[in-house]
């Protein structure tokens, strides 16, 4: 079955410090990968997506590369900021009928 | 251009009765998911519907859980005979109809059953 895994625990980071999270998938084949970030009691707000054709792509800070012989994704804040602080979620998508099956999310604390 | 809707925000119900989450995908989306999260939990697909048509519904439960999207108004997710452990919030998110897009998520519903 199809499975996504992302860093079950909390990372914390030092405020200007770069965080780097993991997105593993397995029995996916997607055309496309999305990161979103979701605050407490509120919903996933979108940040990035990659292609399959793409190796890497930038937003502002963010950063997203995208292995697909590793079935891989990392996402990368540089500079982190406490307003980064949040749960972020990977969404390996388009393998068939567009539907959208989100990884556990990963936690960040930046700490000043 | 306002944003997915979703209502209530919040919802109590008693054991036993039915639960109805309205979501209000944003114009020009015809693509409708819901998602279910507990606490400290991820996100847990439940169904993916277009206009009129349930495409998948893998992640519904067997009994009690339904969803719909007509060709006019709002899709709902109707839970009847709520327990306990149907307490959570769920998401809903709709995206367009062609192309590579993301998905644009509501604020959610949050469901205590009583």
């Known amino acids: 079955s199809q499975k996504i895994e992302q860093n079950s625990e909390a990372l914390n980071i030092q405020e200007g410090k770069t965080a780097t999270l993991t997105c593993n998938y397995t029995n996916y084949s997607p055309a496309y990968l999305q990161w979103y970030r979701q605050d407490p009691g509120r919903g996933p707000v979108f940040l990035l997506l990659?292609?399959?054709?793409?190796k890497e792509k930038r937003k502002e800070r963010l950063k997203v590369t995208f292995d697909t012989t590793l079935k891989q994704s990392l996402f990368h804040i540089t500079a982190s900021q406490p307003a980064d602080s949040a749960t972020y979620l990977c969404?390996?998508?388009?393998?068939?009928?567009?539907?959208?099956?989100f990884g556990a999310g990963t936690q960040v604390v930046v700490t000043p | 251009n306002a944003g997915v809707m979703q209502n209530p925000r919040h919802l109590v119900r008693r054991r036993g009765q039915e639960a109805r989450l309205r979501c209000s995908p944003m114009?020009?989306?015809?693509?409708v998911y819901w998602y279910r999260q507990l606490p400290e939990e991820g996100l847990k697909f439940m169904v993916y519907?277009?206009?009129?048509?349930?495409?998948?519904e893998s992640g519904m439960p067997k009994e009690r859980f339904s969803a719909e999207f007509p060709k006019e108004g709002p899709s709902i997710l109707r839970i009847q005979q709520v327990v306990r452990g149907d307490s959570a919030a769920y998401f809903c998110?709709?995206?367009?109809?062609?192309?590579?897009?993301?998905?644009?998520f509501g604020q959610g519903t949050r469901l205590t059953v009583v």
């Open positions: 969404a390996p998508s388009g393998d068939s009928w567009g539907k959208f099956q």
């Open positions: 519907l277009q206009k009129e048509n349930i495409i998948d």
């Open positions: 114009k020009g989306h015809s693509h």
């Open positions: 998110a709709s995206s367009p109809p062609t192309g590579t897009s993301e998905a644009f």
């Open positions: 990659i292609r399959e054709n793409e």
